[in-house]
């Protein structure tokens, strides 16, 4: 190999272990002062939002903001150097959360309020769980991620329920108060049934009429049972998800005596490798 190109691919891997790596001093010591810097430049941004700070500091935080830029974009362009795979990174959750997060600078020339898009940076300080070892909790979370994905089918139907009887109350609303009392259209009535039934109650519209208020009275008490539903659904699916995981450690620790062989069904009687009795738990 020529001394050039072994440089180079040591160059890259010194760069990997920095950048990626998280078990030595140095990876370690990157990744603290990149999520340091990826608070720094949000609060940045946060700060710029206030009318009075953008006021009296705003070029000097503009001037900030594109220090953090040039810094992500060069560290994005290491990141992509010394890969082995930069498809893979370019298309993993973190690649696609660093890129993102240097693009509203530059879209800003054309669009200047995507500027404060920015603040997706904060998902990059989702790093934190490897450097805090925090990896291990991450199971907790594909167990819920878990529950919803089994439920999907059942919270779809729900949401379609609830978005039918939305209409339903809109159309209603409209017919009975119009727009002489703030439903101008059915649209703007379906606005209203949503307000109603999330029981968040803006009260920019409300009915008027008698018959009209006991319809929104309807609507209130809908929206109250309505909560309790996909409450039961997530926590029936997350029961179930904690059943089936703990038969299958069970399953996975059921060892056979004679052959060593783990893996058996928790109601097996017999080794299904060697066909011999299985001790009973």
């Not at 119009?178 to 009915?207: C, K, L, M, Q």
Request: aromatic share 14%; charged share 15%; proline share 4%.
């Amino acid at each position: 190999m020529p001394k050039n190109l072994e440089a180079a691919t040591g160059l890259k891997k010194k760069i990997y272990d920095v950048i990626f790596g998280y078990e030595s001093k140095a990876g370690r010591l990157f990744d603290i002062v990149l999520i340091c810097m990826i608070l720094s430049s949000v609060s940045a941004v946060l700060l710029d939002s206030v009318g009075s700070i953008n006021i009296r500091f705003g070029y000097e935080l503009l001037r900030l903001e594109w220090f953090f830029t040039i810094v992500f974009t060069i560290e994005y362009a290491l990141r992509l150097y010394s890969t082995p795979n930069p498809r893979g990174y370019v298309f993993s959750f973190y690649g696609i959360i660093d890129l993102f997060s240097i693009l509203p600078t530059y879209i800003a020339f054309l669009f200047p309020a995507a500027a404060y898009m920015v603040v997706i940076r904060i998902l990059r300080v989702l790093r934190i769980f490897r450097i805090l070892k925090l990896l291990r909790y991450m199971g907790e979370a594909n167990l819920l991620f878990t529950a919803l994905l089994n439920a999907r089918r059942k919270i779809f139907i729900f949401l379609f329920s609830v978005m039918t009887l939305v209409v339903i109350f809109g159309a209603v609303m409209f017919v009975l108060e119009g727009p002489e009392h703030g439903f101008d259209n059915i649209p703007i009535s379906i606005y209203w049934a949503i307000v109603t039934i999330t029981t968040v109650g803006y009260g920019d519209i409300s009915p008027q009429t008698p018959l009209g208020q006991m319809v929104a009275s309807l609507a209130m008490i809908c929206g109250y049972a309505i909560i309790a539903v996909p409450t039961g659904i997530i926590g029936a699916e997350l029961m179930q998800e904690v059943q089936r995981r703990g038969r299958r450690t069970l399953s996975f620790e059921r060892e056979c005596a004679s052959c060593k062989a783990s893996n058996h069904d928790t109601d097996a009687n017999y080794c299904k490798y060697c066909g011999n009795p299985m001790q009973q738990a």
